[in-house]
Each structure stands twice: as C-alpha cells, then as structure tokens.
C-alpha cells in the first residue's frame, strides 16, 4: 500500500512537471515554428506543430524591409546603459545598507522596496514633464534614467541580501589595514560578489530590453525607438492586416540572445538568488 502510494505520488510529480514545462515552452515553440511558416499557412484550418512548409520570408521582411537593427543596437544601448549603472549605484547603495551602521537604515530599505510597488502608469505623466523640461526626450539617456525606475530597486534589495551574507572578518582585517570604506568594497567585497552581480544584472538586463510602456511614450521615430514598441507597430501590406509572421520571427530573435545568456549564467543566477534570499 505505502508502495503504490509513493508510486501514485511520483507519477504525479512528473505530471505536473510535464505540464509545467509545456505550458512554459509551448508559447515560445509556437513562435519559433510559425516564424516558418508562410503567411496563408498561419490561418490553416488544419495547423501543424512543424514548420511544413519552411520559408526564410519573415526574417527577410523584418530585417530588410523594417528598421529592426536599428531598434535592436537601441535596446542593447538602453538596457545595457540602464544594467550598467543600476549595478554601480546599486553596488554603492547595498553595500551602505547591508554593511555600514547607521540608524534609518531599515526606513530605506521599505522605502527601495515600496518603489517596486508603484505601477508604470502612474508615474508616466511625471517623467514624460520631467524628460521634456531637461531635454532628455527621445533620447537614450533619458529612457536609461526612467529605466532605473524598476532596474535600481530590485538591484539594491538583491545586493543588501548578498552582501550581509558575507564574513564580516574580511572587512575587520581590511579597516586594521587602513583601508577605507570605498576602497573595502572595491578590493575586498566587491570580488566576492561575482554571482550576485551576474544574477541582479542579468534580471535588470531582461527587464530593461523587454520594457514596452516607457520606450513607446518617451520615444518618436526609429532613432531612438526599442525593440518592443517597434514589434508593436509592424504592419502588413494593407491597413487592417496584421503580420503575424514578421511578429512572432522578431519575438524569436529577441528572444533567443536572453535564453542563451540564462542557459550560460543559470549557476550563477540561481545561487546569487539563495545568497541574496536566505543571508541576512
């Protein structure tokens, strides 16, 4: 009895394991095999889960007929910008709250946590005054700047997690050196954080390329224009058609460059995840 039991529950983990998984890929395949097909075979009242059949067509009409480099090297300017100074400033920022002593430091960290909490919408009019007023509208830096909106909290909040996990000997031994604040987290902290780094970056990162509702209100035309609005706005050869296949071929080379980078980075995300959720 005990047997079967313990058999009937396994079973049913690979169940819902299985159901987990296809529920995740499934989208994405779909995607990639209807970035194959023809147009007219998109509609099929008959569909078929293989790319039957095969046609390059979509990936020429998004590269050679759209603007879409242009509003890759944009995303990969934006969101790299964007990564990189959440990290800088959210390395600074961690390294204060979860290290040195001083009293509001539990104020700030609500504070960091409650910036997460506010919806996009509800700061769009604010910052579209704000980028207008300095200038900075339909421009790379000003969407970097709004981008740390999201980017910046989750950084710092990860951080603090990590860096309180670390042996507080090393920063003793470091100050008995005569070693300042700055140049302990730079020589000694800081190169122990490798994979909080990658993992806080990496999330940043994907965030910031897949961001839609700031790159559409804060950009006008292709110079400055990310990747998601640019999808958003693809047309088809009339008014009211909508070309599925340009679409769902651009989500794919979007797309695959983050899977990648998670395929690559997933040791170090999942354990700069752990140490930033359980030390402290």
Same mark, same amino acid.
């Given at each position: 009895m005990r047997r079967a039991s313990r058999l009937l529950g396994r079973l049913f983990f690979?169940?819902?394991?299985? $159901? &987990? &998984?296809v529920y995740s890929v499934f989208p994405f395949y779909w995607a990639v095999i209807s970035s194959f097909k023809p147009?007219?075979?998109? $509609?099929?009242?008959?569909?078929? =889960?293989l790319p039957v059949p095969f046609t390059l067509e979509h990936y020429e009409n998004v590269f050679l007929q759209a603007n879409f480099g242009r509003n890759l090297l944009?995303?990969?300017?934006v969101a790299g910008g964007a990564t990189l100074l959440s990290l800088v400033l959210g390395v600074l920022a961690a390294y204060a709250l979860g290290r040195l002593p001083f009293p509001p430091k539990n104020a700030v960290m609500y504070i960091v946590l409650s910036m997460t909490m506010f919806p996009q919408i509800a700061v769009l009019g604010g910052l579209f005054l704000l980028l207008r007023q300095t200038g900075l509208f339909n421009t790379h830096l000003g969407l970097i700047l709004t981008y740390l909106l999201f980017t910046l909290? $989750?950084?710092v909040w990860v951080l603090v997690g990590y860096f309180k996990g670390l042996p507080r000997e090393l920063e003793e031994a470091a100050y008995v050196d005569g070693a300042?604040?700055?140049?302990?987290?730079?020589k000694v902290m800081l190169p122990l954080t490798g994979p909080g780094l990658v993992t806080t970056g990496l999330l940043a $990162?994907?965030?910031? /390329?897949?961001?839609?509702?700031?790159?559409?209100? =804060?950009?006008? %035309?292709d110079s400055v224009k990310t990747v998601p609005p640019a999808i958003a706005s693809f047309g088809g050869a009339?008014? =009211?058609?909508?070309? /599925? %296949?340009?679409?769902?071929?651009?989500? &794919?080379? +979007?797309? +695959?460059?983050?899977v990648v980078l998670v395929l690559i980075f997933q040791q170090r995300i999942v354990a700069g995840l752990t140490a930033g959720a359980v030390k402290g």
């Open positions: 690979y169940l819902l394991v299985i $159901f &987990v &998984v147009s007219d075979a998109l $509609f099929s009242p008959d569909p078929s =889960f944009n995303s990969l300017i909290p $989750f950084t300042t604040p700055l140049q302990t987290l730079l $990162f994907i965030a910031a /390329w897949n961001e839609y509702l700031f790159a559409l209100t =804060f950009t006008v %035309g009339t008014p =009211f058609e909508i070309p /599925w %296949g340009s679409i769902m071929a651009a989500s &794919v080379v +979007v797309t +695959v460059p983050l």
